[in-house]
């Protein structure tokens, strides 16, 4: 009797673990693309009637919320947003039903959500003057931020909304402060006859801070960019270089630098270069992880856009999205699609948008 029950239990159990092996799989997270095998899609921007609509800069808050912005030479049409199906002109001034008494050109866009963005340029005074333009959108309208300065405006980035950072020509710096953006100073010892001192890049990441400032001496006639990096609050040179007036910090800490020749990632002190190419554009950098890095340039001797892939490995150029008579200048990514902004070269001068999902 005490076999025939072992046995009896034996054949539950059997059965138990039979049924349930029979039970249909539940479904799992689905795994992310491989960047590698995204579909890609282009679109134009062009405003109507203008021969000039150049978009330098992007970013977004999702890939339902991306904007891009730079310059039109009709005074409208400096900025887009994409929806996630569509690209519209974000309508900034008064005269085209705007809330902006005047409109400037925009060389850099950041925001630290969707409803806490930052645009910052420069805009025509007179025939020879370009004066510093800041607008800020609050999530429901945009506005523009009084300057401590007239300097014409080239980057914004922030860590926080009680940290913003915006900098420019004639060396200009500040940082937002108790409502409003106060100077801040980038100390140097090298030569003060500079034709130009420009604050061209900050940039950083949760625990770090860092600035490029190029600078044009008048002996050299060629721009030497240095590297600092806030500490305390004080702005320490750490190194310099003629061919890499960008850098990008990954997710991961990992820093980068970009420019003319290619990419270079830093390890301790020492530069290393990990991508020759002729040019990466300024804002050429983006990645949504340290094996996911996303770089847009141009190569010669006949500009041709170029966009690479790094997935932790090795660097990936996607050759069959080569556009003659384009270049790359900046891109954005969250990880599941990526947006490269450029302009077609000679007239009318039209931003190309290349997505991929």
């Not at 510093?132 to 300065?149: A, Q």
């Not at 409502?179 to 500079?194: I, L």
């Not at 400032?213 to 270089?241: A, C, K, M, N």
């Not at 990632?265 to 990466?280: C, G, I, M, N, Q």
């Amino acid at each position: 009797m005490k076999a025939l029950h072992m046995l009896a239990v034996s054949a539950a159990m059997t059965f138990v673990l039979f049924s349930g092996g029979c039970k249909k799989d539940p479904v799992g997270p689905t795994l992310p693309k491989n960047p590698r095998e995204y579909t890609w899609t282009v679109d134009t921007l062009a405003y109507p009637g203008s021969f000039q609509t150049i978009m330098r800069a992007i970013w977004g808050s999702s890939s339902n919320d991306i904007y891009v912005a730079g310059h039109n030479n009709t005074a409208f049409g400096n900025m887009y947003h994409w929806n996630g199906h569509v690209w519209t002109n974000v309508r900034l001034v008064i005269t085209e039903g705007g809330p902006l008494s005047r409109i400037g050109s925009f060389a850099a866009i950041f925001g630290i959500s969707g409803q806490d963005i930052y645009a910052a340029g420069y805009i025509p005074t007179n025939r020879y003057s370009l004066d510093g333009f800041l607008i800020h959108f609050n999530g429901t309208t945009w506005r523009e931020i009084s300057l401590p300065s007239e300097s014409s405006l080239e980057t914004v980035w922030g860590r926080s909304p009680d940290t913003v950072w915006i900098g420019g020509w004639d060396g200009f710096l500040a940082y937002y402060t108790a409502s409003r953006f106060v100077r801040d100073t980038v100390p140097y010892a090298f030569d003060t006859t500079g034709r130009d001192i420009v604050v061209r890049q900050i940039e950083g990441d949760a625990r770090r801070t860092f600035l490029v400032l190029g600078v044009s001496p008048r002996v050299l006639h060629r721009e030497f960019y240095y590297l600092y990096e806030r500490v305390g609050s004080q702005w320490i040179v750490r190194d310099g270089t003629y061919e890499y007036p960008s850098i990008f910090i990954a997710p991961g800490g990992t820093m980068y630098r970009s420019g003319y020749g290619g990419i270079q990632r830093k390890a301790e002190t020492t530069w290393t270069t990990v991508l020759s190419v002729p040019y990466v554009g300024r804002r050429g950098m983006a990645a949504s992880s340290e094996s996911n890095i996303f770089a847009a340039g141009m190569g010669d001797p006949v500009p041709t856009s170029r966009l690479y892939h790094y997935n932790g490995t090795d660097w990936f150029e996607y050759t069959h999205l080569r556009m003659e008579g384009v270049e790359f200048s900046a891109v954005w990514t969250d990880g599941k699609e990526v947006f490269a902004i450029g302009q077609t070269i000679g007239s009318p001068m039209k931003t190309i948008v290349l997505h991929g999902r």
